[in-house]
């Protein structure tokens, strides 16, 4: 096994981290996509809105490669998706995104700093342990490396599932509803490295979230409904939020 390093995470200066491009999604005859275009900028952190139905989770699959859209383009980094096989694209996920769930997905049977290290090492990758320091403090659990989750509180079981998504140095991070289970304190904690991630490495946040709160963490607020982008709030106040939210 290899050590991963700054240098060998590093990828190629690139404005660009995700592209989606004309892209569109069909299940049968609904259209969950609807052609829909967007940058998202390297180190730049967005969250995504919308009701119920508009397209957010499917907006997320595809831009992160865990689905393939019906048509369009999907661009990681610079690298088309749809190129790719399926073992690919796999390896690509591992490799240079981050995903974060309102379902933790923690392994019960693992303590907290094999759950962190689990896609290092299923990467055949040992960890670098000054990057493991650093999210281990980032996330403030460093006297609770050897707990179980079910020693854990729900905010502490996320921060852990944040540290997993930001220990392979990701170019882009996608978390789907991270605070949805969780109180206001740790809610505010879960944003806050979400924010730093984006501030203090340089990594891509795509937030999806009903949240306006939430919301209001992000560089900009993009709001789908009935599968288009309808409109797009920069440096978003929790108020500016909830007036394009109500009126969608």
């Known amino acids: 096994m290899t050590t991963m390093t700054a240098e060998a995470t590093a990828g190629a200066?690139?404005?660009?981290?995700?592209?989606?491009?004309?892209v569109t999604r069909t299940y049968g005859e609904v259209r969950a996509l609807d052609g829909v275009t967007r940058t998202?900028?390297?180190?730049?952190?967005?969250a995504v809105m919308g009701p119920s139905g508009s397209g957010k989770s499917t907006f997320l699959h595809c831009a992160s490669g865990l689905d393939r859209p019906s048509g369009g383009t999907v661009r990681v980094g610079g690298?088309?998706?749809?190129?790719?096989?399926?073992?690919?694209r796999t390896l690509l996920r591992r490799e240079r995104i981050g995903f974060v769930f309102q379902a933790f997905n923690l392994i019960p049977s693992m303590d907290v700093e094999q759950n962190i290290t689990l896609p290092l090492r299923l990467g055949g990758v040992d960890a670098d342990p000054g990057w493991l320091d650093d999210v281990v403090r980032r996330v403030g659990l460093g006297d609770r490396l050897r707990h179980r989750p079910s020693e854990l509180?729900?905010?502490?079981?996320?921060?852990?599932?944040?540290?997993?998504?930001?220990?392979?140095?990701?170019?882009?991070?996608?978390?789907?509803?991270?605070?949805?289970a969780l109180d206001p304190r740790?809610?505010?904690?879960?944003?806050r490295m979400l924010r730093d991630a984006a501030d203090l490495t340089g990594q891509t946040v795509v937030l999806v979230t009903h949240d306006?709160?939430?919301?209001?963490?992000?560089?900009?607020?993009?709001?789908?409904?009935?599968?288009?982008?309808?409109?797009?709030?920069?440096?978003?106040?929790?108020?500016a939020v909830m007036g394009r939210w109500e009126s969608l």
């Open 153 to 180: 509180s729900g905010g502490q079981q996320q921060r852990a599932a944040v540290a997993r998504a930001l220990i392979t140095r990701p170019e882009v991070v996608f978390a789907d509803e991270p605070t949805g």
């Open 13 to 22: 200066v690139d404005v660009e981290a995700v592209g989606l491009e004309a």
């Open 40 to 46: 998202f900028p390297r180190g730049s952190f967005t």
């Open 79 to 88: 690298t088309d998706l749809g190129r790719l096989s399926e073992t690919k």
């Open 186 to 191: 740790s809610s505010r904690d879960v944003l």
């Open 212 to 239: 306006p709160m939430a919301a209001a963490w992000a560089d900009s607020v993009v709001f789908l409904s009935r599968g288009r982008i309808v409109d797009e709030l920069v440096a978003p106040t929790v108020s």
